[in-house]
């Protein structure tokens, strides 16, 4: 009997090695492909033989977040035929001097280029910053390069509160066509929306994502859950359940698991999510998702980089730039002429005839928000520093390219 | 069906306590094991990832010694993770199971952090950090000597309370960034980044040098402390038999918290020497795992502190390495643990051979004719 299962084992070890064979075959094949794709490019005229990058990331590809960067840095290095030598990723580096040490050993290295894409990245980039003058260190979500004022620190982010609101036309029109079908009526129009932190970031892409909904659908409400963690499946799916059990008839999310649309996808329940298109887990009820697309600003910078020219201190990707995008529309549960109307409402934001912080759209305690301050210039005590409301919007991501706006508007309860 | 019934059937194998083995055998085997796992590793890298297994295994000692840099951070990550492998020598040598040292380290790491905080502005740097040095290794002595205290009167589960005070210090640590940054994404960044206050000083330039002496000191002060002290002698025995302690007049109770408080002591200066020394920040990752990881390094190197100089080596080193890895040949570093998983199986599962003797039946049955 022994022996036999020896046998056994051995043939399915053998049976593993070849299957293992085989399928290094195949990526071997695929490598061959994207060599052919990476000679079909190569007559851009920019000389990007000298650029080498780096790329820090807090996590690795299985955070939704960290991939977004990962991904969007392989599209341009193929794109702009680098090398593998010429593109350096650093996967989970911690929010420690740990950091500092990464974007030292790249710089070493001979990277003329170090992005980061965590938060709490950014006081060790600037170390570095300071330390490594001939590299340029660009670094995501980040609030204080406009105030450092070196040559080689940068900030970026996009204005995705730009497409939360569309987004959020998307549910809005979902709602209505809800109310219209006698599913629901007009006052039980409840939005929920599971948020990370309680931060500015999460503030403003929830209340744009209200915004949105509200445009098109007036009776809309929403309550906001926080699960304080960027990332925790279990804490997602009980908060998206809780808020389904409340009464709410619509899902949307800011925190980067799975948890959330899963929840949705079993009980039925619409659903808008972030970063990814969350079709493939929730063919039933994923709406559509708003995401950000960093490869733009890889390129600009690369291209400055090459070309010797300067780069933004603070730079706002947007729909024309190309870095807010909003993923497939789901036409199994997007209500009758969706696309049309996002189509519409995206040329009036690109043309800038409509602002998503229109001061005449919402109220706060029952009034309207004439002025002002938010915490702009970060300091220690977080004092609020620069006058944002004039001209009758809320000028969000203008001053800083990080979100600022972190006011809680009539119709949305934080729970 | 009337055979005649074998006497019972007799496993392959047999396995033997050893009495003891030579130094050299020993350590042949051991060596055995590191190019077993190399190899195994190699067929890994082969299969999976098609790379060439020398290159990568270049890329790993790259990644510890390519440039002065690298091999700074190297020496730094070994300092850490052999102070706290210090810390919890003691008490394991007793046969009180901390596996509290994480909690500990984040509790003297909280301690230094409050004193920079709130009166990094107001004192002369020495004094700051003579103080922040003071408040650390009193946070560490409390969270060591919590357990111990209960432990000691009611002899409660020490592994369990130690676990769960790690829960505590990990939420204070939260509960602290909340209050201080109230905005933001609930991360600290480097404090005093302008002022440099209650930041160690560089020593001939080099920002982790007083880290790395103050390790190297107490690695050599552990080493007699647990070797020649009475202290040492008698925390031993208590170790290998309570009993057999107090016969011979050791206050058992008195060792256990004595111990905790050096214990704790040794971990609240570690979150001194992660705040002060090196991050100049707070998070609830500040000892990173390491005070888990600090439990293998102490049993490989069976308690003794200057083998413990290896065995945290060899860790730091594969951890580096595995960073290094993952960033040159593109890889996930779910690939780079793998590696090192493999490395670390290896070696641990070669002490079950340098232990024991493995002897087919058969092979036994004929010295026993004999």
Redesign the interface.
């Known amino acids: 009997m022994k022996k036999i299962l020896a046998i056994l084992m051995v043939l399915a070890l053998v049976f593993c090695t070849f299957a293992a064979c085989s399928k290094k075959e195949d990526t071997s094949a695929d490598q061959a492909a994207t060599d052919q794709a990476k000679t079909d490019t190569e007559s851009s005229g920019t000389d990007y033989s000298k650029i080498k990058i780096g790329l820090i990331c807090l996590h690795d590809e299985n955070s939704t977040y960290d991939n977004n960067f990962i991904q969007a840095m392989k599209e341009v290095q193929k794109e702009l035929n680098l090398s593998d030598e010429q593109v350096l990723i650093k996967m989970n580096i911690p929010e420690s001097d740990a950091c500092y040490t990464a974007a030292a050993e790249l710089a070493d290295a001979g990277c003329n280029i170090v992005f980061a894409d965590s938060f709490g990245h950014e006081s060790y980039m600037l170390q570095a910053a300071k330390e490594f003058k001939d590299v340029q260190f660009c670094h995501a979500t980040g609030t204080t390069a406009h105030t450092e004022k070196l040559d080689n620190f940068h900030n970026a982010f996009a204005a995705i509160y730009e497409g939360r609101y569309l987004a959020g036309v998307a549910a809005g029109m979902k709602l209505n066509e809800m109310i219209k079908d006698g599913k629901i009526t007009a006052d039980k129009a409840k939005i929920g929306y599971v948020g990370a932190f309680p931060y500015a970031e999460v503030k403003s892409g929830y209340t744009s994502f209200f915004l949105g909904a509200r445009s098109v659908c007036e009776s809309a409400t929403m309550d906001v859950v926080y699960t304080n963690s960027w990332f925790d499946i279990a804490l997602e799916r009980e908060a998206a359940l809780n808020l389904i059990n409340s009464g709410c008839v619509l899902i949307s999310q800011h925190a980067d698991s799975e948890g959330a649309p899963k929840a949705c996808e079993e009980k039925g329940v619409p659903d808008v999510s972030y970063n990814i298109s969350t079709i493939p887990m929730g063919p039933n009820t994923a709406l559509i998702s708003s995401k950000i697309d960093w490869a733009p600003y890889y390129k600009l910078v690369i291209d400055a980089v090459a070309k010797g020219t300067s780069i933004d201190t603070d730079y706002v990707g947007t729909f024309a730039t190309g870095s807010v995008k909003l993923t497939e529309l789901n036409d199994k549960v997007a209500a009758e002429g969706t696309q049309a109307k996002l189509d519409e409402v995206e040329a009036q934001l690109k043309a800038g005839t409509l602002h998503v912080f229109d001061t005449a759209k919402f109220t706060v305690g029952g009034k309207t928000l004439d002025n002002y301050k938010a915490d702009v210039d970060s300091d220690d005590k977080f004092t609020p520093d620069t006058e944002v409301v004039k001209d009758g919007y809320f000028h969000e991501s203008e001053f800083r390219s990080a979100p600022y706006f972190d006011v809680i508007i009539d119709g949305i309860t934080e729970k | 069906m009337s055979k005649p019934v074998k006497a019972a059937k007799e496993p ?1 194998f047999h396995i033997a306590k050893r009495n003891s083995m030579i130094w050299w055998k020993a350590w042949l085997i051991r060596g055995i094991a590191i190019v077993a796992a190399l190899i195994v590793c190699a067929l890994i890298i082969v ?2 990832t ?1 790379q060439n297994p020398i290159e990568v295994y270049g890329a790993m000692i790259k990644g510890s010694f390519g ?1 002065e ?2 091999m700074w ?1 190297l020496f730094q990550n070994i300092a850490m993770l052999l102070c706290i492998s210090l810390a919890v020598t003691p008490a394991f040598k007793m046969k009180f199971w901390n596996l509290g040292a994480e909690g500990q380290v984040l509790i003297g790491g909280l301690c230094s952090m409050v004193c920079m905080f709130n009166i990094g502005d107001r004192l002369p740097n020495a004094l700051l950090i003579l103080i922040m040095l003071v408040a650390s290794i009193l946070g560490g002595i409390i969270w060591g000597i919590i357990p111990a205290v209960f432990k000691a009167k009611w002899n409660t589960n020490e592994s369990l309370f130690t676990l769960m005070m790690n829960y505590i210090a990990i939420q204070l640590v939260s509960f602290a960034i909340m209050v201080w940054v ?9 404090v005093n ?1 302008s002022t440099n206050a209650g930041w160690l000083p560089d020593l001939f330039g080099q920002k982790y040098l007083i880290n790395i002496l103050i390790v190297a000191f107490l690695t050599v002060a552990m080493y007699i402390y647990l070797r020649s002290s009475k202290h040492g002698y008698e925390l031993a025995v208590v170790g290998e038999s309570e009993n057999t302690a107090r016969y011979i007049g050791i206050d058992v109770k008195k060792v256990i918290i004595r111990t905790m408080i050096l214990s704790g002591a040794i971990c609240g200066l570690a979150g001194f020497l992660l705040v002060s020394g ?4 707070i ?1 609830k ?2 000892a ?1 795992g390491n005070g888990f990881t600090a439990i293998m390094v102490s049993w490989l190197a069976k308690f003794n502190p200057i083998l413990m100089i290896i065995t945290s080596f060899l860790i730091a080193f594969l951890q580096r390495g595995a ?1 290094e890895i ?3 040949f ?1 890889l ?3 690939v780079a643990d793998i590696l090192t998983g493999v490395i670390i199986f290896f070696i641990i599962g070669c002490e079950f051979f340098i232990n024991y003797q493995v002897k087919s039946t058969r092979s036994m049955n004929k010295e026993e004719k004999k």
Do not use: Q
Not at chain 2, 278 to 281: E, G, L, S, V
């Open positions: 392959l299969l999976l098609k440039s840099r690298k951070t109230p905005s933001g994404s609930s991360v600290m960044g480097l980044a090196t991050n100049h920040t998070s990752d500040l990173g960073g993952a960033t040159s593109n996930n570093t779910s």
